[in-house]
């Protein structure tokens, strides 16, 4: 039962364009958002992430966008660059001492 | 500054083998874990510590074993491999009282079973 999910496995922009990344939850518990991006044959490093008291978070090119009605979050990147091309991945927490748990994420590839 | 640092990257292991997967970090972090990444899929909570001498099973722990006899190290154990432990596997630390889920993570470390 997968409990936070990314339903796009790819996705592709022209360079200078908006990337819309979306991930959908189900547990009602979760509390903060976060997004992670991983290069290959890199870990992950986090990117941004929200709590559930706020609906937007912004950092530089970067914003997360949180509809608690709609258990949906998404993220914006503007204007994409070709180095912003890696796989990402929703994840959520119930709290500051919990575990996270992550969606399958998205692989975005940005066109020159 | 090292960060997570794991080894080795790869590795491959005949079905029955044992090995250990190393992990340490140089960043005086409380929390440490293992996850698992199998193509096409998210991350997969092995186990976890939040501090040297405690350790807990998260999602997938069978197969496998920890220990955290220091705060640095935090070594993961297959004993008896099997083809579904080819994965990628993963560290990541993290401080008490830091941005709430940040994780710092390793390059990772690629095992195949065969």
């Known amino acids: 039962d997968q409990q936070v999910k990314q339903n796009s496995p790819s996705l592709s922009v022209q360079e200078g364009r908006i990337s819309i990344l979306n991930c959908d939850y189900t547990n009602s518990m979760f509390d903060y958002f976060l997004w992670y991006k991983k290069y290959p044959a890199e870990g992950p490093t986090f990117l941004i992430s929200i709590s559930s008291i706020k609906d937007k978070n912004e950092d530089g090119r970067f914003t997360v966008f949180l509809n608690k009605s709609a258990k949906h979050l998404s993220l914006h990147i503007v204007p994409s660059q070709p180095g912003d091309s890696a796989v990402y991945f929703c994840a959520a927490t119930p709290g500051a001492n919990s575990k996270l748990t992550f969606g399958k994420g998205i692989t975005l590839s940005v066109r020159p | 500054n090292a960060g997570v640092t794991q080894t080795p990257k790869f590795r491959i292991l005949k079905i029955g083998q044992s090995m250990t997967l190393q992990c340490t970090q140089d960043?005086?972090?409380?929390?440490m874990y293992w996850y698992r990444q199998d193509p096409g899929m998210g991350l997969k909570l092995i186990y976890y510590?939040?501090?040297?001498?405690?350790?807990d099973k998260g999602e997938v722990p069978n197969g496998y074993n920890v220990s955290r006899s220091t705060t640095e190290d935090f070594p993961l154990r297959l004993e008896l491999a099997a083809p579904s432990q080819t994965s990628v596997y993963f560290c990541a630390s993290r401080t008490r009282g830091g941005r709430t889920g940040e994780l710092f993570f390793g390059e990772g470390s690629r095992l195949t079973v065969l």
């Open positions: 960043m005086n972090h409380n929390y």
């Open positions: 510590s939040v501090g040297a001498g405690i350790t």
